[in-house]
């Protein structure tokens, strides 16, 4: 089926290219904006402000958790003469140490292990294998629509930090149940580079055992080191605070119809500027829709600014950020009697990301010179219509365009998918996705390609909103396995 046309798109309402260089400044300005700190507050308030600037009402949800955010470290081999460690980064939410440290014997793992009982009072070293992103596995998780141009497909087996973080098995809670004083996590199969600062997992929660992760040089010194019988002091200072706020925002832009929304979403925290920029895709629809008479749009549209994407342990109601969102405001998508019906959703993130990838043999890692593969999940065909319409006039393009298959979705349109809303949803994974960067990382993107994507998106909503909603149809569910609810657990380590 051919989309409907909608309203023609007028480059003149979007902000100029020189705001949206504006909002990139200013959010890498704020540094890491890890969940609840003083960044991410700065962030958000930034990004409700901006959207109060266009007319909108922007509302609040105050959440509340346990703030975990390290501020010293050091690993230190002790045997003989003491000899200082680079370090990667700290484990996310693992653990502190007093400013000395803990001192124990190294005990070597080779990979992760089921049990700790072996390094009881010593300080753990286990091995993690970088995986590797394959076009089998993608195709296992996902259905492939479209490659647009053909070579945006995954061509070949790629190394990517993300995927070995998340599904490390590590477990820090068994660790400390087994009385281990603390963890050393070693990058292997890797560029030392391309692991340097990762704030990797973001999906654990406060387990009291401190744990940091160092790449493959100083991983081979410590596996030395364990075989010598050494042993290690490891500091890691945190900040841990209990019951700090964070906010979700979101704003109501009201069409003609009042029974029907399209809701625009994304998160606001984020250790770089790549992660999370879907808020200046946020702003910039916002600016877009407003500058339109009333007359003109038929559905309301829902932006929505979620936050704990990076600490969903606690924050994400068992999902995504934005689930938490959905649970809490059934009035303004699920249907029921008195509320709003989503017919459809766009789910911005990761924006204008170049390709940064390590070569054949693993020993380097920088840019390509090539973008960066846009992951986009279209959820049925009328979604999948709407996007090919909507980038034919990019001149900068690598979309590979999929469905989710045995219920497996990654980002935060995944929330919009469970509960039956059909989206399209931008989700690149460049390998410096999680990195934390101090200068927010701005190398790292193009802004042209970023406001072609977010002419794309402007254009699908146009689109979408001119289209009856019997025609919009359902989300397209392949059955969920075994496969999908494997696949699911091992994003996130116990």
């Given at each position: 089926?051919?989309?409907?046309?909608?309203?023609?798109?007028?480059?003149?309402?979007?902000?100029?290219?020189?705001?949206?260089?504006?909002?990139?400044?200013?959010?890498?300005?704020?540094?890491?904006?890890?969940?609840?700190?003083?960044?991410?507050?700065?962030?958000?308030?930034?990004?409700?402000?901006e959207?109060?600037?266009?007319?909108?009402?922007?509302?609040r949800?105050?959440?509340?958790?346990?703030?975990?955010?390290?501020?010293?470290?050091?690993?230190?081999?002790?045997g003989?003469?003491?000899?200082?460690?680079r370090?990667?980064?700290?484990?996310?939410?693992?653990?502190?140490?007093?400013?000395?440290?803990?001192?124990?014997?190294?005990?070597?793992?080779?990979?992760?292990?089921?049990s700790?009982?072996?390094?009881?009072?010593?300080?753990?070293?286990?091995?993690?294998?970088?995986?590797?992103?394959?076009?089998?596995?993608?195709?296992?998780?996902?259905?492939?629509?479209?490659?647009?141009p053909?070579?945006?497909?995954?061509?070949?087996?790629?190394?990517?930090?993300?995927?070995?973080?998340?599904?490390?098995?590590?477990?820090?809670?068994?660790?400390?149940?087994?009385?281990?004083?603390?963890?050393?996590?070693?990058?292997?199969?890797?560029?030392e580079?391309?692991?340097?600062?990762q704030?990797?997992?973001?999906?654990?929660?406060?387990?009291?055992?401190?744990?940091?992760?160092?790449?493959?040089?100083?991983g081979d010194?410590?596996?030395?080191?364990?075989?010598?019988?050494?042993?290690?002091?490891?500091v890691?200072?945190?900040?841990l605070?209990?019951?700090?706020?964070?906010?979700?925002?979101?704003?109501?832009?009201?069409?003609?119809?009042?029974?029907?929304?399209?809701?625009?979403?994304?998160?606001?925290?984020?250790?770089?500027?790549?992660?999370?920029?879907?808020?200046?895709?946020?702003?910039?629809?916002?600016?877009?829709?407003?500058?339109?008479?009333?007359?003109?749009?038929?559905?309301?549209?829902?932006?929505?600014?979620?936050?704990?994407?990076?600490q969903?342990?606690?924050?994400?109601?068992?999902?995504?950020?934005?689930?938490?969102?959905?649970d809490?405001?059934?009035?303004?998508w699920?249907?029921?009697?008195?509320?709003?019906?989503?017919?459809?959703?766009?789910?911005?993130?990761?924006?204008?990301?170049?390709?940064?990838?390590?070569?054949?043999?693993?020993?380097?890692?920088?840019?390509?010179?090539?973008?960066?593969?846009?992951?986009?999940?279209?959820?049925?065909?009328?979604?999948?219509?709407?996007?090919?319409?909507a980038?034919?006039?990019?001149?900068?393009?690598?979309?590979?365009?999929?469905?989710?298959?045995?219920?497996?979705?990654?980002g935060?349109?995944?929330?919009?998918?469970?509960?039956?809303?059909?989206?399209?949803?931008?989700?690149?994974?460049?390998?410096?996705?999680?990195?934390?960067?101090?200068?927010?990382?701005?190398?790292?993107?193009?802004?042209?390609?970023?406001?072609?994507?977010?002419?794309?998106?402007?254009?699908?909503?146009?689109?979408?909103?001119?289209?009856?909603?019997?025609?919009?149809?359902?989300?397209?569910?392949?059955?969920?396995?075994?496969?999908?609810?494997?696949a699911?657990?091992i994003?996130?380590?116990?």
């Amino acid at each position: 089926m051919a989309p409907f046309s909608g309203l023609t798109f007028e480059p003149s309402r979007l902000p100029p290219d020189e705001k949206v260089s504006a909002w990139v400044e200013t959010i890498s300005q704020f540094g890491p904006r890890l969940t609840g700190n003083d960044a991410h507050r700065r962030c958000v308030d930034f990004v409700a402000v901006e959207l109060e600037r266009t007319g909108l009402t922007v509302m609040r949800d105050a959440r509340y958790f346990q703030r975990w955010e390290p501020e010293t470290w050091t690993l230190t081999i002790t045997g003989g003469v003491p000899q200082k460690l680079r370090v990667a980064y700290p484990f996310p939410y693992s653990g502190r140490t007093q400013s000395t440290g803990v001192d124990g014997r190294l005990v070597w793992f080779s990979g992760a292990p089921n049990s700790f009982r072996h390094a009881a009072g010593k300080i753990a070293v286990v091995n993690v294998q970088t995986r590797r992103l394959s076009p089998f596995i993608l195709r296992l998780l996902t259905k492939r629509i479209a490659a647009l141009p053909a070579d945006a497909d995954l061509m070949r087996t790629e190394r990517t930090p993300l995927l070995s973080g998340l599904t490390s098995r590590v477990s820090l809670r068994r660790a400390g149940e087994a009385g281990v004083l603390g963890v050393i996590c070693v990058w292997r199969g890797c560029a030392e580079d391309d692991v340097e600062n990762q704030y990797l997992p973001f999906t654990t929660p406060y387990t009291n055992c401190p744990a940091l992760w160092v790449g493959p040089a100083a991983g081979d010194l410590l596996e030395a080191a364990c075989k010598r019988g050494d042993g290690a002091n490891l500091v890691l200072e945190a900040r841990l605070d209990d019951r700090v706020k964070t906010e979700t925002i979101y704003a109501v832009l009201p069409g003609t119809d009042a029974n029907e929304t399209i809701i625009v979403n994304t998160h606001s925290d984020g250790p770089n500027i790549a992660e999370e920029n879907g808020i200046i895709g946020v702003l910039a629809l916002a600016n877009y829709f407003t500058s339109l008479p009333l007359a003109w749009r038929q559905r309301t549209i829902v932006f929505v600014v979620a936050t704990g994407h990076f600490q969903l342990s606690q924050l994400g109601n068992g999902g995504q950020a934005t689930k938490a969102w959905l649970d809490h405001h059934p009035e303004l998508w699920d249907g029921a009697l008195g509320h709003k019906r989503a017919v459809a959703g766009l789910t911005l993130e990761h924006l204008g990301c170049l390709e940064w990838k390590e070569n054949d043999l693993g020993d380097s890692y920088g840019p390509t010179g090539a973008l960066e593969r846009e992951l986009v999940y279209a959820t049925n065909a009328t979604m999948q219509d709407v996007y090919r319409a909507a980038v034919k006039d990019r001149t900068k393009l690598r979309s590979l365009v999929v469905e989710p298959r045995h219920g497996f979705f990654l980002g935060e349109a995944e929330p919009l998918f469970d509960s039956g809303i059909p989206s399209i949803s931008l989700c690149p994974l460049p390998n410096y996705l999680c990195v934390v960067s101090k200068d927010g990382g701005v190398e790292r993107l193009d802004l042209d390609l970023m406001y072609q994507q977010i002419t794309s998106f402007v254009k699908s909503l146009l689109q979408i909103d001119a289209i009856p909603t019997a025609s919009i149809g359902n989300v397209d569910r392949d059955f969920t396995s075994f496969i999908g609810k494997f696949a699911k657990s091992i994003f996130v380590s116990s």
